[in-house]
């Protein structure tokens, strides 16, 4: 397989005397090129020239910009053997992983946003039901903030770094888009890109490096979204907070499944395995526990059971090489590994799976399945994020339903059943941003919904129309022809007691007489 080596950027602001940090395939072990590790001075530097760009980028207007994104529509998927081949060399997953839930999801994103960017953001002429300003125009107008910062994490470097950038450039701002240290060649490659279709130059810049290099892109954006852990999320809320500047938050996840007994076993166990084994596991939005009603428990266990154990886990060296990919992040193994141990210890049995394994230079870990466990136990608790599906069974949904909600996170969740009426209900009692009826994650795929974590799980969302609000500033425009411009209205100096009175008849007349509100306010 084809590893991409990194040149520096060119663009001069990070180059020979920057630390160095390495890139490794996960897969392989292999140093597959290194990026600049970039202070605080580089991103001042990538800032200025972000902020001096940006003018020119919003005022071509939304259809030139939509054709910047469209030619990178285009792009990604002329050039999808190199970006798929990015992706699988800096975080071992599949190819499928990376062809399925980055390529497909950046290309439909460019082309999203390109066509409905115009529409969100359009101005809005507002109806007042306020006596004062009528024949007045009021118009809700969207200004692009200026400069964003996007940070990003390694489990998904097209979609979950590079994919927030897109509906803010749309949107008319320059981004400052600092990926994760793991997994920094994507971005760069979609910096490349970017420019070679168009972006004029200093509109997008990939600050490479690590934490430091996040913490300085917070002091200098005017708004920052982030991507990654629940506890580094709270550190840059913090920053954002002390700079009064907007954050936008994507957090850690839980997700719970919950199968009831009229569900269609089949489906159910198949979304199950993929939808918590896919890229390994290392999805924010993965199935990561399932509550089955025991009438059903042990026959959908059995299907569980059959279909983990058939999953090929290794070293992709093309398409449909395997199934489960690399571990991305290292310390990520130690992470699930003592979520077993934890559960084990507490009486959880392995069914499958259970280890870690080494193969060549690589680290992976088994597909591994999980009965008897409880909410004494990590694995029930808190973020695996890795190939571990931990089964539990329940007497009814009401138990199902509290367990799913005894979490600190509620990013997505799942219900199986034929009944989509009761269904439905569960998905509104769900604590969740997000909840598929006989579905998974696959609401992630709309971006005409909101995308976004409810409890620890996040701060805003993405998609749909405030994913691209959340990029601009509202401002509020009155304008009073003049005709209605009278030298002097009623309620101005200088005050007179008989004005008053008048006033104080007028409130009365319009609110005084409880009667049902017309939607009349105050003057
Ligand atoms: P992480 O929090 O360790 O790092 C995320 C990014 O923050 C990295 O680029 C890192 O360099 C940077 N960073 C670290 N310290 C910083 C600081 N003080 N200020 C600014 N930036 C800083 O997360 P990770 O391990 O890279 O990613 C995995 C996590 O991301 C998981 O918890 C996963 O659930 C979550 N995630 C969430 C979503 C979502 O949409 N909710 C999507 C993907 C991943």
Known sequence: MATVRQDPPQSGLGGALDPQIPVENPATGQVIGSVPDLDRCAVERLCERGR?????????????????????????????????????????????????????????????????????????????????????????????????????????????????????????????????????????????????????????????????????????????MFTGSTRTGRRVAEAAAS???????????????????????????????YYSMQNAGQTCIS??????????????????????RALRVGVPTGPGSVDIGAITFAPQLVTISEHIADAEGKGAKVLTGGHVLQIGGGRFFEPTVLVDVNHEMKVMKEETFGPVLPVMKVSDVEEAVALANDSP??????????????????????????????????????????????????LGSRHGAGGIR??????????????????????????????????ERFLRLLYGRGRRDRGRQAP
């Open 409 to 458: 996170y509620g990013l997505g969740a799942s219900v199986m059943t034929r009944n989509t009426s009761l269904g439905e209900q569960i998905a509104r009692r769900v604590r969740a941003g997000s909840a598929n009826v006989n579905d998974a994650l696959i609401n992630y795929t709309a971006l005409e919904l909101p995308m976004g974590g409810a409890k620890a799980s996040g």
């Open 287 to 308: 199935i990561e526990r399932v509550y089955v009603e025991e009438p059903v428990y042990d026959a959908f266990v059995a299907r569980v059971l059959e279909k983990v």
């Open 52 to 224: 001096a760009a940006q003018g020119g980028w919003e005022a071509i207007g939304f259809d030139r910009r939509g054709e910047v994104l469209r030619r990178a529509q285009k792009w990604v998927i002329d050039n999808s053997k190199l970006v798929v081949e990015t992706i699988v060399s800096e975080t071992g997953k599949t190819f499928e992983d990376a062809q399925f839930a980055e390529v497909a999801y950046a290309a439909n994103a460019f082309g999203f946003w390109a066509k409905h960017a115009a529409r969100y953001l359009a101005d809005e002429r507002v109806h007042s039901s306020q006596v004062l300003l009528k024949g007045k125009r009021l118009i809700l107008r969207y200004r692009p903030l200026g400069l964003v910062g996007v940070i990003g994490p390694w489990n998904y470097p097209l979609t979950n770094s590079f994919g927030d950038c897109i509906p803010a450039l749309a949107a008319g701002n320059s981004v400052i888009l600092k990926p994760s240290e793991v997994t920094p060649l994507t971005s760069l490659l979609m910096e490349r890109a970017l420019l070679e279709c168009g972006l004029p130059e200093g509109v997008l810049s990939v600050a490479s490096g690590r934490g430091q290099t996040g913490e300085a892109v917070v002091e200098n954006v005017d708004m920052v």
């Open 470 to 503: 959340k990029y601009c500033s509202q401002q509020a425009i009155v304008i009073t022809p003049p005709r209605l411009a009278m030298k002097r209205e009623v309620h101005m100096f200088p005050y007179k007691a008989r004005t008053t009175r008048l006033i």
């Open 243 to 273: 700079r009064l500047i907007p954050c936008s938050l994507e957090l850690g996840g839980k997700d719970p499944m919950i199968v009831l007994s009229d569900a269609d076993l089949e489906r159910a166990a198949n979304l199950a395995v």
